[in-house]
């Protein structure tokens, strides 16, 4: 009997112990459940803020392009219709040299255009290369500058002996993207002195709107070598292919 009574017990222990453990397991469930729902609205929540600031940035962008265009067509309109009142003004004041005084009002005319389309073409390259400024990445801009100043250290100075008119100079500057290393800014020191004979002692600047590469300036010559003005010259080119 008293056998029977343990094993009751015993039963009724194990079944006690079952129904606690489920309870523990079931409240760990509900909990992880729980946290993983909060993560899960918490995730949805950055992804809906990042969507509106990229639609804020998107919008941004459109307005300074509109802004840009619109800044482009009123420097254009002013320019041919100042253009325009002089002509006007200069045909009633001289009537008796008529022709020949067109002639000069349309070729003030043509320069006038012919310069307002230079600053329109001026604007977008300059917007091109903020374009691609900011595009790229820093990682990336940083590549290529190491390449570049490779570049300039390796092939750059070879051409530096027209540039004996350097003088008396001693004191040359070196503006970068990127600060350039000891070891760079020497053996460019190194380049010029094998090419003129002349050491020159080097300040430097960073100047982030380089992009990437850097520019030399001793005196009154400037050696540019950076992607900022690569992209320049490769937009004036495409720019001159195509007009007309």
Do not use: C
Not at 93 to 115: F, G, T, Y
Not at 117 to 122: A, F, P, S, V, Y
Not at 139 to 166: P, W
Not at 206 to 218: E, F, M, N, P, R
């Amino acid at each position: 009997m008293l056998l029977g009574v343990f094993i009751a017990i015993m039963v009724v222990s194990a079944i006690a112990l079952l129904a606690l453990f489920r309870k523990v397991i079931d409240r760990n469930i509900s909990s992880a459940t729980d946290h993983f729902n909060e993560l899960s609205q918490d995730y949805i929540k950055k992804q809906e803020e990042i969507q509106v600031k990229l639609d804020e940035m998107n919008q941004m962008h459109k307005k300074t392009v509109a802004e840009a265009q619109e800044e482009a067509d009123k420097i254009k309109a002013d320019a041919l219709k100042q253009a325009g009142e002089e002509k006007d003004k200069i045909v009633k004041e001289a009537h008796s040299h008529s022709e020949e005084l067109i002639k000069q009002a349309e070729k003030a005319r043509q320069a006038l255009i012919l310069d307002m389309e230079r600053k329109i073409k001026d604007g977008a390259i300059k917007e091109a290369s903020q374009l691609i400024g900011e595009v790229l990445s820093e990682g990336l801009r940083k590549n290529v500058h190491s390449y570049l100043v490779d570049e300039f250290i390796n092939t750059g100075l070879d051409g530096l002996a027209k540039f004996e008119a350097v003088g008396d100079i001693k004191e040359a500057a070196i503006t970068s993207a990127f600060a350039l290393s000891k070891k760079e800014i020497d053996a460019i020191g190194e380049g010029f002195k094998k090419k003129t004979a002349k050491e020159l002692q080097f300040s430097q600047s960073v100047d982030k709107a380089l992009i990437s590469g850097l520019v030399v300036t001793v005196g009154s010559l400037v050696i540019d070598v950076s992607l900022k003005w690569k992209i320049k010259e490769k937009t004036r080119e495409f720019i001159k292919e195509n007009e007309g």
